[in-house]
């Protein structure tokens, strides 16, 4: 019998000490990697999102507008009749073109017909809140009078500036705008892809001083901007520059506060893009999103992001003949359900004519969008990752700081009933159509946290549509994040 106890109380110890085990030493690897965290220079410099006024009206916009803009446009893809197959804004760096005859298209570029105030009430119509412009693309040619160059639009036909009036029009319409510039330059002859010799360090150490002086000058010129979105920061040269890139987002937030620059500026100590050598996010979003969506929540590692989509499978500037599949409205307003869904803005491109006008395919996209975003807005803006699971009739979206879940529906199961599973202690206290809310849908409980939600029977749509769920003692409890 006492033999017995004691090795029963052996046991336990045993048992205890292997609780022990499992319990501290993770903690104890996770310290020592915590220790092995690289030291860093030039790395992210902020832990967390951005918490201020500014970042809190970024992340509301749900959904923006991208225009590209420039003497590509006066091309459209096309160089003596032939097609080129890349995107219609890179045609310059086709063998096929000569550089000095590409360099000569400001001499052309006269759009009659750009009309700001008709650019931003189609943008107004279509629910846009933000919209960013290409001051400079990869070409190098400047939409604004800049002191810094001669390769702007002052010396082109049209003489005037594009930046101001379209920053004025869309302002008045309540849009926010930000400046898409490009680090890569193709025309100045400053650049360098690599820094290889001292005459490569000297002529990019002028190239810096040239984009340092641009972008300040657009700030001073253009105070109710929002922030910057950079472009062309993949080169060995600005990889090799984390210094300056570091100090540079420094100086603009200084003498910009609040200013929103995004994770593709800077490189770190090691030429690292988007995330540190520590995977810490570099910048105040996600800026990697383009041409494509995250698919769960842990794709976007909590960071607020963007995602910069084009209607045509490729292209972002205007291109006579859109190649490959041309995204439909139903299909692009899935794509933007899923990136708020994800709590990420989604942004439409626009490539409008030299002359200033926009083809009618994206004129119709953008009223379709817009049709649908007044009947079903309050599901877009303002608003975050539910922390639902995600079900097969599409997306569910939360409104910030309120008890409203969303869902956006993109395929009815033949069924006709929508399954949910909410977090736990999350209950629905009622469920209605958007479209019809003194209409309460019929709701089953399957198990705690399970519903079915049945639709009324002969209802179809031909496009996405939208419930709205009031959510009872969401008080009591956190979110599932
Ligand atoms: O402005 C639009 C595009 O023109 C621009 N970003 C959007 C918003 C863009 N250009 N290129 N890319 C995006 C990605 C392509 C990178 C590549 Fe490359 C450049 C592939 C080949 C040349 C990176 C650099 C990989 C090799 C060199």
Request: proline share 4%; glycine share 8%.
């Amino acid at each position: 019998m006492i033999l017995k106890k004691s090795y029963r109380q052996n046991l336990k110890k045993i048992f205890h000490l292997f609780l022990f085990t499992l319990l501290f030493i993770p903690s104890a690897i996770a310290q020592a990697q915590v220790k092995t965290k690289i030291s860093l220079l030039h790395g992210s410099h902020r832990e967390g999102k951005r918490m201020d006024a500014d970042m809190a009206r970024w992340r509301s916009y749900g959904l923006g507008q991208f225009i590209h803009w420039g003497l590509y446009s006066i091309l459209g893809g096309k160089w003596n009749g032939q097609q080129y197959n890349g995107a219609a804004e890179w045609i310059r760096s086709w063998k096929e073109i000569p550089k000095r005859e590409y360099d000569s298209l400001y001499l052309k570029f006269d759009p009659k017909e750009f009309r700001p105030a008709e650019w931003a009430a189609m943008a107004k119509k279509m629910g846009v809140k933000y919209m960013t412009i290409t001051t400079k693309h990869h070409d190098g040619f400047c939409l604004w009078q800049s002191n810094f160059s001669t390769y702007t639009i002052s010396n082109s036909p049209y003489k005037n500036d594009i930046i101001d009036p379209l920053i004025e029009a869309y302002n008045k319409e309540g849009i926010d705008v930000y400046l898409y510039y490009s680090i890569l330059d193709w025309h100045h002859p400053d650049w360098r892809y690599d820094l290889k010799t001292k005459e490569d360090s000297m002529a990019f150490c002028r190239y810096k001083s040239f984009v340092k002086n641009q972008l300040t000058e657009l700030l001073q010129k253009y105070p109710s901007v929002k922030g910057f979105w950079f472009d062309g920061t993949w080169d060995e040269s600005w990889k090799k520059s984390g210094a300056f890139s570091d100090s540079l987002e420094q100086y603009l937030k200084k003498i910009h506060p609040g200013l929103i620059i995004g994770g593709r500026l800077r490189a770190d100590d090691f030429g690292n893009r988007h995330f540190d050598a520590n995977g810490e996010m570099m910048g105040d979003y996600e800026q990697g999103w383009e041409r494509k969506i995250p698919k769960t929540y842990a794709d976007v590692h909590g960071n607020d992001w963007e995602c910069v989509m084009t209607i045509p499978e490729n292209g972002w500037g205007y291109s006579q003949k859109w190649m490959g599949h041309w995204k439909t409205t139903n299909e692009l307003l899935e794509m933007m359900a899923q990136c708020v869904s994800l709590g990420g803005n989604f942004v439409v491109n626009f490539g409008p004519e030299a002359n200033g006008i926009f083809r009618p395919e994206e004129i119709k996209t953008a009223r379709e969008i817009g049709e649908w975003m007044r009947q079903n807005d309050d599901a877009i803006y303002n608003c975050e990752y539910a922390g639902w699971e995600k079900q097969d009739w599409g997306y569910f979206t939360k409104k910030r700081n309120e008890n409203k879940v969303y869902m956006i529906i993109c395929n009815i199961p033949v069924s006709g009933s929508l399954k949910i599973r909410s977090s736990a202690g999350i209950d629905v206290a009622k469920a209605f159509l958007l479209q019809s809310p003194e209409k309460l849908l019929t709701m089953e409980n399957i198990e705690n946290g399970v519903k079915f939600i049945y639709l009324p029977e002969g209802l179809s749509f031909k496009k996405p549509f939208v419930i709205e769920l009031d959510i009872r003692n969401a008080k009591q409890v956190t979110w599932n994040k």
